[in-house]
């Protein structure tokens, strides 16, 4: 498939399965580069599905091009190495490891000591606490604060995709703003692309560029998101308010 001019993740006819359960049936998506892109849906969607279909963690058929090359072999190794940073539902935090320990996880692909000083610093420009708190197990943090490292850890890779799932979940409004609002700034401020699945259509919306919204595992609508958001139709049917 020859990748779309301006285009950093293309997916076509995606699917995926658990055993004998399909999980997405021919899922096609782009993220374009720079860009923030929402994937909505209700819990069973199939949001968790894709991101996993992406970089390989279950069982895939389709097509996916990164960075204008089609990647034949997916693995969750093969997708930090390239580039893709995948922050799971449930943050994924070693509880009984300390903040700096989590976050050096992050690193573990890069071989040179001052690269992996360059990128602490810039992590911890975004998350300054995480200095402050480098000894505290990490599962005496916070929900919000487990968040913003398993946030953290990914941005260690510097890279090019981020892929977030479900970061609101079991986060108090406050807290997911700021998550959110942090998001946009790493997106402007870094370039890192976002690819988002999120239940809070509300707020991913409001800082996302292009939303897909699935429904049974397949996409059931997709737009810029100031399309979608003041689309009444859209909103009643599949994104609940």
Known sequence: MAPSEGALLEARDLHARYGEIEAIRGVDLTVARGSIVALLGANG?????????????????????????????????????IGIGHVPEGRGTLSSLSVWENLMLGAYCVSKRAS??????????????????????????????????????????????????????????????????????INQQ????????????????????????????????SGPSSELAGNDRVRRSYLGY
Not at 143 to 150: K, T, V, Y
Not at 191 to 219: F, K, M, P
Request: aromatic share 4%.
């Open 45 to 81: 969607a199939g949001k968790t599905s894709t991101l996993r279909a992406l970089t390989g963690t279950i069982k895939t058929t389709g097509t996916v091009v990164f960075a204008g090359r089609t990647l034949q072999r997916r693995t969750p190794e093969d997708a930090a190495r």
């Open 116 to 185: 992996v000083r360059a990128r602490c610093d810039r992590v911890i420009g975004y998350f300054p606490w995480l200095a402050e708190r480098k000894h505290q197990p990490a599962g005496t943090l916070s929900g919000g604060e487990q968040q913003m490292l398993a946030i953290a850890r990914a941005l260690m890779l510097e890279p090019q995709l981020l892929l977030l799932d479900e970061p609101s979940l079991g986060l108090g409004p406050k807290i997911v703003r700021d998550i959110f609002a942090l998001l946009r700034t």
């Open 190 to 221: 870094d370039g890192v692309s976002i690819l988002v699945a999120e239940q809070n259509a509300t707020v991913a919306l409001a800082v996302a560029d292009h939303a897909y919204v699935l429904e049974t595992g397949r996409v059931a609508v």
